[in-house]
C-alpha cells in the first residue's frame, strides 16, 4: 500500500510538522505514564496526589497528541492532492523512512531522559510534605503544624494513604477529587479531618506499621507546666504517673485494645465528639456490656453510625495538633521562648492571642506592636529596660497565633479538638463521664482519675517529687534560656 501513488501512508505520516508533534506528545505521554505507574506499584504506595499526573496530566497531553496526529494527516492528505493535481513527482520512498527514523531515534532519546530523570523527579517531588501542603493553600493549616510535630519527618503518604493496589488505587482516586475541589473552589474550609470525613484510613495499617498497642509500655511521667495570670506569671506544676500499660497487663492501652478486647461505639456527629452507646466486648472471656449515655436509648441510637474502637479515635492529632491560646503560651513560658519574668505576660499574651484579626500578616504586625505599646504604657522604665525582651515576646506570641489561627481558611482557636486527654476538649470524657451505663444501671464506664494516672503532684509551686527526681532544675534551666 505505501507503494501505490494514490495512497502514500509513508508521506501522510511524515510530511507534515504537526503529526511528527503529536506523535512525539502521545509517545512521550505514554513512556510517562509507563514510567510513573510501576513507581506506585509497591508494596506501600506513594503520594496520593501522584494521581494528577497519572490521570489527568498525561492522559490530557496523550489527547492532545492524538488530535494533532489526525491534523497533521489531513494536511498531509492535502498536501499530496495538490501535487497529484499539480503532476509534482512525490519525493523517493527513502526519504520518508529516513525521517521516521529520525523522528524515533529523537523521540526515544528525549523519553530516555524523561523515565530516567524527570519522571523520576516528579513523583520524588509529589512524595514530599512540601508538595502536600505548600502546592495546596487550604492545607496549610495542616502542614503548619506538622513541621513542630514529632512525626515531622514522616512523609503523609505513610500515613494518609493505605498500602497495596487497593490503597493506591483509593489515593490517586482521593487526589484527583481533591484536585477538582480545589480548582473548583468545592474545598471545605476548614478542611474536614480524616475522621470527620469517612475517609480515614484504619490505623492498624498505618500508624500500627510502626507503633502497635499491644507492646507493655509500664509507666510514663508527664509533667503540665502552667502558669497563672498575676504580675509574677506564679508557676505551678502538675505531674502524673501515666499508666500506659498494654498487652495483657492492664493499662490504657491493655484495657481498650489488649488481647481479645473488642470496643464498638456508635457517634451522633461526623466528628465523633458526641457519643451515646459503648459496647465492650471480651472474647477471651466471653463477657460482653453494653452503655448508654444518661439521656440516650435504644431508639435514639439505632440509626446512628457504629466504629469499632482504633488507635486514632483518641490520638486524633498525633501530627496535625493545634493548641489553645492558654495551653500555647504555658509551653512557650515553660521553654523560655516567652521571658516569664516580664509582668503579667501571661495575661496579656492570652487576650492578645484571643483578639480578632483579619489575616495572618495582620496579626504578624497588630500583636508585637500591642504588646509594646502595654509596657509603654503600664511600666515605662521597664519598657526601655527590657525591650528585647518584650520584643522577642512579642514575636512569639504572634508566631504561635500564626501556627494554630487562618482566618482565610476559617481555623481558628479549637476548630481541631485534640481527643487525648480531657482538659482541652472533652477526650476521654466522651465515654468516661460518669453517665454511660448498662440497661440495668448497675455498672457503668468508670470516671476514676487513678484508673488511667497517679497524680503525685496537683498544682504546686514547685512538685517536692520533681527535685526528688532531680527534675526541677533542669525545668528551671530551660525558662532562663
Not at 503579667?344 to 496579626?363: H, R, T
Request: proline fraction near 6%.
Amino acid at each position: 500500500m505505501g507503494d501505490n501513488p494514490r495512497r502514500p501512508i509513508l508521506m501522510l505520516l511524515t510530511s507534515h510538522w504537526l503529526t511528527f508533534v503529536g506523535a512525539a506528545l502521545a509517545t512521550t505521554a505514554i513512556c510517562s505514564w509507563l514510567f510513573a505507574l510501576p513507581v506506585q506499584l509497591r508494596g506501600h504506595t506513594s503520594n496520593p496526589y501522584i494521581g494528577i499526573l497519572v490521570f489527568i496530566i498525561i492522559p490530557v497531553v496523550l489527547i492532545a497528541g492524538l488530535i494533532l496526529i489526525v491534523a497533521g494527516i489531513f494536511f498531509g492528505r492535502k498536501r499530496l492532492e495538490k501535487m497529484q493535481r499539480h503532476l509534482i513527482a512525490l519525493p523517493d520512498r527513502r526519504i520518508y523512512l529516513r525521517r521516521i527514523a529520525v523522528f524515533f531515534v529523537l523521540t526515544a532519546a528525549v523519553n530516555i531522559v524523561i523515565g530516567a530523570e524527570a519522571t523520576y523527579r516528579a513523583v520524588e517531588h509529589m512524595e514530599t510534605a512540601q508538595f502536600c501542603g505548600q502546592s495546596c493553600h487550604v492545607m496549610k493549616p495542616e502542614f503548619t503544624a506538622r513541621q513542630n510535630s514529632p512525626h515531622a519527618r514522616v512523609l503523609c503518604v505513610d500515613c494518609h494513604v493505605a498500602p497495596g493496589a487497593a490503597g493506591w488505587v483509593t489515593s490517586k482516586a482521593a487526589g484527583t477529587r481533591q484536585l477538582l475541589d480545589v480548582v473548583f473552589h468545592r474545598a471545605r474550609k476548614p478542611i474536614e479531618s480524616a475522621i470527620q470525613s469517612g475517609r480515614l484510613v484504619p490505623s492498624r495499617v498505618t500508624c500500627e506499621q510502626c507503633h502497635w498497642p499491644q507492646k507493655f509500655d509500664a509507666v510514663k511521667l508527664r509533667v503540665i507546666e502552667r502558669f497563672q495570670e498575676d504580675a509574677a506569671n506564679t508557676e505551678t506544676q502538675t505531674v502524673l504517673m501515666m499508666l500506659i500499660g498494654g498487652g495483657d497487663l492492664g493499662g490504657i492501652h491493655g484495657k481498650h485494645m489488649g488481647p481479645g478486647v473488642e470496643i464498638h461505639y456508635a457517634a451522633s456527629d461526623s466528628a465523633r465528639q458526641t457519643i451515646p452507646w459503648v459496647e465492650c466486648r471480651n472474647r477471651k472471656t466471653g463477657v460482653s456490656n453494653a452503655f448508654l449515655a444518661d439521656g440516650s436509648n435504644p431508639a435514639s441510637i439505632a440509626n446512628l453510625p457504629r466504629y469499632e474502637m482504633q488507635c486514632v479515635d483518641c490520638h486524633n492529632r498525633p501530627t496535625h495538633t493545634f493548641d489553645l491560646p492558654d495551653r500555647a503560651v504555658d509551653g512557650a513560658l515553660a521553654e523560655g521562648r516567652i521571658a516569664s519574668t516580664l509582668p503579667f505576660i501571661k495575661k496579656e499574651a492570652v487576650l492578645l492571642l484571643k483578639a480578632k484579626y483579619a489575616s495572618n500578616d495582620e496579626a504578624s504586625r497588630a500583636i508585637p506592636a500591642a504588646l509594646t505599646e502595654y509596657y509603654r504604657q503600664s511600666d515605662p522604665a521597664l519598657c526601655n529596660k527590657r525591650g528585647q525582651d518584650i520584643a522577642a515576646a512579642g514575636a512569639e506570641i504572634a508566631a504561635i497565633y500564626n501556627r494554630n489561627v487562618f482566618p482565610d481558611l476559617k481555623v481558628s482557636w479549637g476548630t481541631y479538638p485534640n481527643n487525648l486527654g480531657h482538659t482541652d476538649a472533652p477526650g476521654c470524657f466522651r465515654c468516661h463521664d460518669g453517665s454511660h451505663s448498662t440497661s440495668d444501671k448497675k455498672e457503668s464506664i468508670t470516671q476514676d482519675c487513678n484508673t488511667c494516672h497517679e497524680p503525685l503532684a496537683m498544682d504546686e509551686a514547685p512538685p517536692g517529687v520533681l527535685k526528688t527526681l532531680n527534675l526541677s532544675d533542669y525545668a528551671a534551666s530551660l525558662q532562663k534560656k
